[in-house]
């Protein structure tokens, strides 16, 4: 399994490489850093404007796919890969088998349903905006651009989103929370436990009027188990502590920091995402920020990196207990 995977991971690098190159006219060395920063969601781009250096509609559009599909859970691009290949079956029962899967999915519609939401308000935020220049194709490349970047954590940027108005700008800060599918290689708090939430939330909805129900919660068809909830609870939970307590200590280390710099700084460390809002913006770098700042935000990249609860763990004594 793992070596489909990593088949499957690198086969999505080449063909990323070989269409920015071939297609996007991006040079053979970018491409390649480009396409590994990518498809593992992590944003480094060897030009200091990041993807907007290339000043490329179409480099632009093939970032955003590959950043759309790498919040995709690696299993279910599996699956799908494999039926295309699969040269027994004509195309039409291969798009069919497609659509199949983004039907039956709930994560994968909640997904692309969120990211189509999220990139709807902000351009049409920007459209609106008559003080932010430029035609339709460029507010949606850069809408659609910025809200799949921020969203699954690769942290890319094309243009200085900071100009943009500030309801775009808030959209943009709830995306950051939530990251892409389990199973990804995105941080944040991962789609499936923001659908579960929702699905926990209108179940006791529906409770406080029909007390006596017996309401089962369900992905698809499955019928999920109550403790999966009381751990997607709990992971919910101690992520907001943490990003409320980063925001905290940041603003303490870093007293000259505003409100909303101190809060984006925390949440974009914690999602593993790079640029956020303000300070840290998309034409800004950590580099003002002093020494125990730097060690407590690297503290915190660690934390949402390995899904919080693995490192809690090591400082709990029962770990260690035959």
């Not at 632009?60 to 859970?73: A, D, E, W």
């Not at 999220?118 to 809408?143: C, E, P, Q, R, Y």
């Amino acid at each position: 399994t793992a070596r489909l995977l990593w088949s499957l991971y690198f086969l999505m690098m080449v063909v990323e490489i070989t269409l920015l190159t071939l297609l996007a006219d991006v040079p053979l060395y970018d491409s390649i850093c480009n396409s590994f920063s990518t498809v593992s969601t992590g944003g480094f781009s060897p030009q200091r404007d990041s993807i907007g250096s290339y000043d490329s509609p179409l480099a632009v559009g093939i970032v955003t796919f590959f950043m759309l599909i790498s919040g995709i859970n690696f299993v279910i691009l599996y699956y799908v890969f494999n039926h295309w290949i699969d040269f027994s079956k004509s195309f039409s029962k291969k798009v069919r088998i497609s659509f199949q899967v983004l039907r039956e999915n709930d994560e994968l519609r909640f997904y692309l349903s969120l990211v189509f939401i999220s990139f709807l308000l902000i351009f049409v935020n920007l459209i609106l905006d008559t003080k932010n220049g430029g035609g339709s194709m460029t507010h949606f490349l850069n809408a659609s651009f910025q809200t799949v970047s921020l969203l699954t954590g690769t942290g890319f940027t094309t243009t200085n989103y900071m100009d943009w108005p500030k309801m775009a700008i808030f959209v943009l800060l709830l995306s950051m929370f939530t990251g892409g599918c389990a199973g990804s290689t995105t941080g944040g708090i991962k789609m499936v436990r923001i659908m579960l939430l929702f699905k926990a939330l209108k179940r006791e909805l529906l409770l406080v009027i029909h007390p006596r129900a017996v309401i089962k919660l369900r992905i698809g068809d499955k019928v999920l188990d109550e403790g999966l909830f009381r751990n997607v609870g709990v992971f919910f939970f101690i992520f907001i502590i943490l990003f409320l307590l980063g925001s905290l200590i940041t603003l303490y280390l870093e007293p000259d920091l505003g409100l909303i710099d101190g809060i984006s700084t925390s949440l974009s460390c914690l999602a593993n995402i790079g640029p956020g809002i303000g300070v840290i913006g998309p034409t800004e770098t950590y580099n003002n920020f002093s020494d125990p700042t730097l060690i407590f935000l690297s503290a915190l990249m660690m934390l949402g990196r390995l899904e919080i609860i693995t490192v809690l763990l090591l400082f709990y004594p029962d770990t260690y207990r035959d």
